[in-house]
């Protein structure tokens, strides 16, 4: 380092090394690998053969990238959907006191102690059409049988409801926290003008909330993208492959089938789409502000 | 960074209306009993929701598997028994707790050992490389464990890693590392400079400054990123799935997927052993919420 | 040198001491090391040819180890075995066959014979007035209307896990074109898979489902978690088709029910017209040990397999953890026990079988084989025609 007087008493780049070539060796040396994987035909067996774009054009042709690539924004968006739609109300509706709200807040929260492998598990338990509730409650809703898991039409529901349910305390979370942060003036005023309670929320506190639901909804989007562990042990991507998400498949094609080269392709998908969620992340909120809107837990 | 929310701030964040209580003089009654039923139904059908599942994990847990069979899932217990839990933690359960364990102190040391030196060097050198290095992490942050699960399977082979914890260890600790970076960063940056050219006036090298001056500065940042990482350790699944497979080095979370093939449809012994996992994060959550919440959301950055 | 076997309690046992009395000889030592099935898949996958390699391989035969084959990586048997004739001719042809690639042996049957059996429910049958178990297509059909008719469901069927639902087809395509018609399949013939008799098996399984013979939520229903199993032995279900380790499994699981004597079991019907054999049969021939190429010393590997896997000894523990070797001159062997019955009957069926045919997603390729399960799931679930499913297996295999 130079011995310019600015500098003195500075830390230099060795200090950031040992993190960065831990974080390197780990993870950015396999992301290399795994591009370079996409142009091979590999079987873990027989070394990796140099294919050129093969696995590239097979993607193209592959009726289950399309579909699962479909399923994985479908998922999203019903995430997207299901989770703002509840988490934002209800974090607003939880921001107030009242011992009520506490007891309420108290359970909604449960679910965030839980692994997602327990919560699938549970849910696994809970959906059996003949062990579990699915088989009592089925019926109530129109599903004589109970089959939900085991139906291409509601596996999918249900596969979004279960990760709602995983992810909608942590939410609902940020919306409370950052529902107790707008100033009490702006609704002071808004009374003063007569707004009624719906006004309000519509006028004051959804604006005011703006930048939690851009946190809120990509961290939703990641998060969709990436799923992984509960489709595997709900559905693992059943029937059929009405749950297969992008992730999953990828799994399988490698993991079961042992088409590591394709598998690979599929990881580079997932790669850049991750990659432009994380410079999104970057981008569009700032990781600063995300940490200030950590504030009033 | 965590601000700890005084009573005044409570008082000050009122939200969706009036204060509770504050009356309103003009009548405008009908629109906002419409909200008020469509909010308490809105709250109220997704508190079903969570616990109703919640319900039947609690007593489900406590009852017999006969009488489970006998009188279905809904039914009022007639009489509770911890015999599932009993069987539980008879079996391979305590060694699958304490790998979890294991793996997730190892992953919050490194990343504490790795990230704090890290990001005192972000927030003070003046080195481009450093700036490109923290631009690296923070393209990292949302990087999908999943995309690199083939190439980190073969190194771990390579490396002959595999079926050890050490090959759990190492990936979750190395992707947990940039957020742990990121939320650090922005945590020393609050440190006023004139403590630094303080301490460089009294002639603290980097080292110095570090040990006196950043790290007692630093803590709620580190209870933060150390929170963070555990919970990512704890509930890690996709690593430990690919990366090991014998039973002595098995983590919690594969052990409850195994319980599930295992006691299959002895429901009330899989609840049970259910709730035995998330009994750790409970008792965290009981003692220091606060830290629990922040570390949970410091995941806002994935 | 290293023996790579899966993880299973009862077995692992008798192999442990097959292993302990081949090193107490003082020859080179052998270390076992055990792992779970899927796990065990990846870890092979990479590991042969590797560093890293076990000497002594498990695996399923067929397409698995065609794949070790065809890389390369697996010793020749064939010329070992010639050597010696009074250990070659205990092995039952049909399941030797299973480790056979090409007309050369790879692969020494290690565990007992798997073929799949027609599991039925005594007490629900006799409530449903059906006095035996139906040896005839048209007789199934029959009984799958009695039990409904008596309010129960006729077949459980595990469909969570597609392996479950393939065993439908690979049984009635053995019956109605004949073992020939799959062999074409696996041996990769182009074309092989539009044989019309795919279609028709098909076409059965289909009528099957529209029948309500499997009930409506199949799809839900786990093996692994024996909710199949308790829909059988619960009297909630008739019958189901399974391999023979259903009977180990039952009573690890259900005691009781095996207790009062309600387990019935019987080979699969024949149909009418069908090319197939009726006494042929379909499973799992046996599992195998391979020696890899490059073991450090394959002669002591090959002779251990040899001599250690047709030991009397080795053979009874098989036999007393329910597991029936595919050797010759069992018969006696076989008829003691708990499950003294069941082992003859097993033991019967694969000995008087003309052909074992090996389970589709052994026999196939990796991939073709994952391909065809997600396919069929999707003919269980009325996604895929038959002659959908089979345009869709012949792009994949090609």
């Known amino acids: 380092m130079s011995a310019a007087t600015s500098r003195a008493g500075r830390p230099g780049f060795v200090w950031v090394a040992p993190a960065l070539a831990f974080f390197a060796l780990f993870a950015l040396v396999p992301m290399v690998v795994v591009v370079f994987l996409s142009f091979t035909a590999y079987d873990g067996l027989n070394p990796p053969q140099w294919v050129g774009l093969d696995n590239w054009a097979r993607l193209g042709a592959d009726p289950l990238f399309a579909e699962s690539l479909w399923l994985s924004f479908g998922l999203t968006a019903a995430s997207w959907v299901l989770q703002t739609a509840v988490a934002l109300p209800l974090g607003v509706w939880l921001a107030r006191r009242g011992r009520t709200r506490a007891i309420l807040a108290a359970i909604f929260f449960v679910p965030l102690l839980m692994s997602s492998a327990a919560i699938a598990v549970l849910w696994g338990t809970l959906l059996d059409p003949n062990f579990g509730l699915a088989g009592v409650l089925g019926p109530l809703v129109g599903i004589a049988d109970g089959n939900v898991i085991g139906n291409s039409r509601f596996a999918f529901a249900a596969v979004v409801l279960v990760i709602g349910w995983q992810y909608m305390p942590f939410h609902t979370l940020l919306y409370q926290a950052a529902a107790r942060a707008i100033p009490v003036q702006l609704y002071d005023a808004a009374r003063v003008d007569g707004a009624g309670r719906w006004r309000t929320f519509v006028s004051i506190t959804v604006p005011q909330l703006r930048d939690t639901i851009i946190t809120s909804g990509v961290l939703i989007v990641v998060g969709s993208m990436t799923t992984f562990e509960v489709v595997l042990i709900l559905t693992e991507g059943g029937p059929g492959t009405a749950t297969r998400i992008l992730p999953l498949h990828m799994y399988l094609t490698g993991f079961r089938s042992f088409d590591m080269g394709y598998a690979s392709a599929l990881a580079v998908v997932l790669l850049v789409l991750g990659t432009a969620l994380s410079l999104l992340i970057a981008r569009v909120t700032g990781y600063r502000k995300m940490a200030s809107q950590r504030e009033g837990l | ?302 | ?398």
């Open chain 2, 1 to 302: 960074m965590i601000t700890v929310s005084t009573t005044a701030d409570r008082e000050r964040a009122v939200v969706g209306g009036p204060p509770p209580g504050a009356g309103d003089p003009r009548p405008r009654r009908r629109r906002r009993r419409g909200f008020n039923v469509l909010g308490a139904l809105g709250a109220g059908g997704w508190f079903v929701l969570v616990a109703v599942p919640l319900y039947f994990l609690f007593v489900t847990s406590l009852r017999a598997s006969s009488a489970y069979l006998a009188e279905g899932p809904l039914a009022l217990p007639a009489e509770l028994t911890v015999d599932n839990y009993l069987r539980v933690l008879g079996s391979d359960f305590p060694r699958y707790f304490l790998n979890n364990v294991l793996v997730a102190a190892a992953c919050v040391a490194i990343v504490l050992v790795l990230a704090l030196p890290a990001a005192y060097g972000i927030v003070r050198s003046r080195s481009r490389w450093v700036a490109r290095g923290f631009s690296v992490m923070l393209l990292g942050l949302a990087v999908p464990a999943q995309a690199v699960i083939v190439p980190l399977y073969l190194m771990v082979t390579q490396l002959r890693l595999y079926d050890t914890l050490l090959a759990v260890i190492l990936p979750t600790a190395a992707f947990a590392l940039p957020l742990a970076v990121v939320v650090l960063t922005s945590s020393l940056r609050d440190i006023p400079n004139e403590l630094f050219e303080a301490a460089t006036l009294d002639g603290a090298g980097p080292a110095r400054t570090l040990v006196s001056l950043v790290l007692p500065l630093a803590r709620p940042g580190l209870a933060t990123i150390g929170i963070f990482t555990a919970l990512q350790a704890w509930n890690g699944f996709l690593f430990p799935l690919v990366l090991t497979q014998d039973a002595s080095v098995r983590v919690l979370t594969l052990g409850l997927w195994d319980y599930q093939g295992q006691y299959g449809t002895n429901v009330p012994l899989i609840t049970a052993a259910v709730v035995l996992s998330l009994l750790p994060l409970l008792v965290v959550y009981l003692l220091g919420r606060r830290y629990l919440l922040a570390g949970l959301t410091a995941g806002a950055g994935r």
């Open chain 3, 1 to 398: 040198m290293n023996l790579w076997t899966l993880q299973n309690e009862g077995i692992n046992t008798v192999q442990q001491q097959a292993v302990d009395g081949f090193n107490d000889a003082g020859g080179p030592q052998i270390t076992l090391t055990t792992y779970l099935n899927d796990p065990y898949k990846s870890a092979l996958q990479t590991a042969v040819g590797s560093p890293n390699s076990p000497d002594i391989f498990y695996n399923w035969g067929g397409g698995n180890l065609r794949g070790y084959v065809e890389a390369g990586q697996v010793t020749d048997l064939t010329g070992a075995l010639d050597a010696r004739p009074e250990i070659k001719d205990r092995f039952l042809p049909q399941v030797l066959n299973g480790g056979t690639i090409d007309g050369k042996v790879y692969g020494i049957p290690m565990q007992g014979v798997q073929p799949l059996s027609m599991f039925y429910n005594k007490e629900v049958f006799a409530k449903a007035g059906i006095a035996e178990f139906p040896t005839t297509w048209q007789g199934f059909l029959d009984t799958v209307d009695k039990l409904k008719a008596a309010g129960v469901q006729p077949i459980a069927l595990a469909g969570a896990q597609s392996w479950t639902e393939m065993m439908y087809p690979e049984m009635l395509l053995d019956r109605v074109g004949g073992t020939e018609t799959f062999q074409a399949i696996a041996d990769g013939e182009p074309g092989a898979w539009r044989d019309p008799a795919v279609v028709r098996a098909m076409t059965m399984v289909q009528d099957l489902v529209d029948h309500g013979a499997f009930g409506t939520n199949y799809a839900a229903v786990d093996y692994d978690n024996q909710a199949s199993q308790a829909l059988l032995t619960s009297g909630r279900a008739g019958m189901e088709l399974m391999g023979s380790w259903q009977v180990t499994s039952l009573n690890d699981n259900f005691p009781d029910f095996l207790d009062a004597g309600k387990l019935g079991w019987a080979p699969f019907p024949a149909v009418e017209g069908g090319k197939g054999d009726p006494r042929n049969v379909v499973g799992n021939p046996s599992n195998f040990y391979s020696v890899s190429r490059s073991s450090a010393d394959a002669p002591a590997a090959t002779d251990f397999l040899l001599t250690r896997m047709t030991s009397p000894e080795y053979v009874q523990g098989m036999i007393d953890k329910g597991q029936v070797p595919g050797l010759t001159g069992l018969d006696q062997q076989v008829k003691q026990g708990r499950f003294a019955d069941f082992n003859t009957f097993t033991y019967e069926q694969t000995k008087n079988a003309p052909t074992f045919t090996q389970s589709w997603d052994q026999a196939l390729p990796a991939a073709e084989a994952q391909t065809m399960l997600t396919n069929l799931a999707k003919v269980f679930n009325k996604e895929l025609t038959p002659q959908q499913f089979v345009e869709a297996m012949d792009t994949a295999s090609r």
